[in-house]
Each structure stands twice: as C-alpha cells, then as structure tokens.
T-cell receptor, first 113, second 112 residues
Framework: DTEVTQTPKHLVMGMTNKKSLKCEQH?????MYWYKQKAKKPPELMFV???????INESVPSRFSPECPNSSLLNLHLHALQPEDSALYLC????????????FGPGTRLTVL | DQQVKQNSPSLSVQEGRISILNCDYT??????FLWYKKYPAEGPTFLIS?????DKNEDGRFTVFLNKSAKHLSLHIVPSQPGDSAVYFC???????????FGKGTRLHILP
C-alpha cells in the first residue's frame, strides 16, 4: 500500500465553525506533513511530525492545530478560519525525515465562507 | 527571497520530442534535489531525485542533471508523451531534518 489518503475531499465551512482534516498512511512512514497550496502556487510546508512528535511548525496561526494520534494518522483541526485560508491542504508522509521521498495525498479542497 | 527558481511558467513541446525543464537555486548548501509532477486537483507525485554528490540520475524516460557550479538542475523527459502534461515542481533540501523548498512550478503542455 503506497497510498496516502485524505478526508474529506472537499470542505466548506463558515468562519465560526470547527472542523478537522484527516490523513492516513499505512506505509510504516514515521514522518508526516501538512502543506497548504493556494492556486497556481507551490505547496507551502505548515507542520512536520516525526515519530508522532511535532518537529517543525512553520509559524502557522493557532487557528490551525495539528494532531498525530498514532504513526498512521495525522489530523488538522480548524477553528475560526478566515476566507484567505481557503486553499488545497495536502498531507504527505515519508520514511523518516524531510530528506526522504515524500508521498502526497490527493488533498482536501477547503473553502472558508 | 526565492531560493529555488523555475523561471519558465510554462513550456510547450511536441509529442515524441524531448522536454527540458530548468531549475536554478541560490543556496550552495542544498544537498538534495527533487522533481515532483502535479496534475490538477491532485497532490504532487514524486518523480525523481538527485543527491549533490551526483551529476546525473536516470529513471526510464526521466533524467535529472545537476550542475553544482552553476547552481542549476534540469529534468529531461524523452520521449514526451501526452500524459506528461502537468505542472512540474523543482524542490531542494538542506538535509535530512530540514524542510523542502519548492520552486513555483513549470506547466508542461505536450502537443499532439
């Protein structure tokens, strides 16, 4: 299984809502990532988890809260988002760290109204 | 300041010909480079990588060349196929625990 899955595929939420994005991989990878991608821009790294511990937080606002319940799962909790947070949110995983090949999920298309 | 630059936003190539995508970088400490391919509405797919100790890496139709003195790498696709039409991202890393920095991407159109 060389797949990273993400749910939901699409999400529309208001600025007062609380929602979560989910990511799952069963490749035995110990590093997992959240990226944000705006239209026609490259993916921007948000968070890196290594061995279920947050190792990199790229100065992301606190309205985004990552969680890694176990080595296969990665969540991104969303609260009080702004319309400018609308983007494609990509999850990725790699064997150990950032130097290893990253496998990306299909992404969640988020729209904040 | 952009550390990884892909100066051509788009490129059109005839099917069957060679596609050459270019990437320049500014940080001489980068030691690992990657190319990703992205179709619309999908996540980036890893294509090929190269370590700074090499100057060439080949995988099927894809070859990446690295010129460290020029801080330049290129991806060659030969022969180009219709399914190669996508956005190609060049990326670079400083080491195992450092982040990957992406270029802005080049949209490749393969013409019939």
């Amino acid at each position: 299984d060389t797949e990273v899955t993400q749910t939901p595929k699409h999400l529309v939420m208001g600025m007062t809502n609380k929602k979560s994005l989910k990511c799952e991989q069963h490749m035995g990878h110990r590093a997992m990532y959240w990226y944000k991608q705006k239209a026609k821009k490259p993916p921007e790294l948000m968070f890196v988890y290594s061995y279920e511990k947050l190792s990199i937080n790229e100065s992301v606002p606190s309205r985004f809260s990552p969680e890694c319940p176990n080595s296969s799962l990665l969540n991104l909790h969303l609260h009080a988002l702004q319309p400018e947070d609308s983007a494609l949110y990509l999850c990725a995983s790699s064997q150990v760290g950032l130097l290893d090949t990253q496998y990306f999920g299909p992404g969640t298309r988020l729209t904040v109204l | 300041d952009q550390q990884v630059k892909q100066n051509s936003p788009s490129l059109s190539v005839q099917e069957g010909r060679i596609s050459i995508l270019n990437c320049d970088y500014t940080n001489s400490m980068f030691d690992y480079f990657l190319w990703y391919k992205k179709y619309p509405a999908e996540g980036p797919t890893f294509l090929i990588s190269i370590s700074s100790i090499k100057d060439k890496n080949e995988d099927g139709r894809f070859t990446v060349f690295l010129n460290k003195s020029a801080k330049h790498l290129s991806l060659h696709i030969v022969p180009s196929q219709p399914g190669d039409s996508a956005v190609y991202f060049c990326a670079a890393s400083l080491g195992r625990d450092d982040k990957i920095i992406f270029g802005k991407g080049t949209r490749l159109h393969i013409l019939p």
